[in-house]
């Protein structure tokens, strides 16, 4: 029963559409006709394509190179590693300042005939957004700027002009950001070089003032010259006694001895207070002397270490600076294109002939299945 309703619901639909095939034809034909009219007068639009690349740029090799490897990792986290994606540029590309930049260049409020509308440069801009595509090839890593315009002289210029912009901007930008960078690690390298210089005169004023120059030298030695005033005060009293048991302490030999002992006292006690030039400060002076020359030379050590640290890191600052002169390559320049990108006339007259033929059939069969059962619809409604 129900094949025979479906059947009996297909054959009613066939013979509908053969009763008004004219007029399915007529709707289609006039469809169709109208369409091909129609995008005839519709102008050419014409697509101009850039494609760039950005520089590869690491900041470790020169610091691998001088440092040797050491505390690279540190410096890779402060200046960057390899750039590799364009979420820079298309940040710039999508940016008012860009795009507006690119309206007032080329006149397009005029071009596009929006000087009446109530806010001219946001139509434009609206309009050049539609006229404009940025992509990022994942393949082989490039960035096409595409601009769509009737003139494709002016899409070619307009194509080239975003490069420049991007240039433009792209480098104040990141100009700015190494200065600063580089101002900062500049900065920082004066106050620690300025810091072992005091150290270092700090150094040379305590020698002055003390007569010491190496006391991590001249301790030993004086040490050892102890050692050996001791050893003759040693020698000289056993002398001094052996001849006072023999000849009394009259006697010339004894006076000479005696003579002896104190000579090398008086040197011994010269040493200890600071009488001699291998240490020519007191006993008493000594360990605060010494505390001193350690304090200065473990800062002076800890300063030459960073001062070794930060200078590639200037150095580093500085070339960088300077390798922002330029942010990307242009690896192929727009040219004007000699064949339109839009409208597809063919498409359209496909498209518009097929929905009139769609259109007209659902009419047909709408009217068909409307006649047939009008009266039940008016009984319905009409109880």
Known sequence: MTDTKSAEIFWSSIRAILAQKWLIIGITGFTGISAVIISLFLPNWYLAETRLLIPGQTSTGLLSSILGGRSTSAASSLLGGIVSDYQQELAILNSRTLNQNVVEEFDLITIYDLSDGESPMKDALQELSANTEFIVDNEYNYLSIQVYDQDPERAADMANFFVSELNQLSTDLSTETAKSYRITVEKRYHEIDDSLNSVLQSIRELQQNTGIIDLTTQGPAFIEGLTEWRSQIFLAELEFDNLLYLYGPNHSQTRAAQK?????????????????????????????????????????????????????????????EERSAKSVQVLDPAIPPTEKARPWRAAICVASTLSGLMLSLVYVLFMAWWKNNNSLINSRLNP
């Open 260 to 320: 002896a002992v104190e000579n090398a006292r008086e040197s011994y006690d010269r040493a200890l207070e600071g009488g001699e030039r291998i240490m020519p400060i007191s006993q008493d002076e000594l360990p605060d002397v010494a505390f001193q020359f350690a304090e200065l030379q473990v800062e002076s050590v800890i300063l030459s270490s960073l001062v070794e640290f930060a200078r590639p890191l200037l150095e580093e600052a500085r070339l960088s």
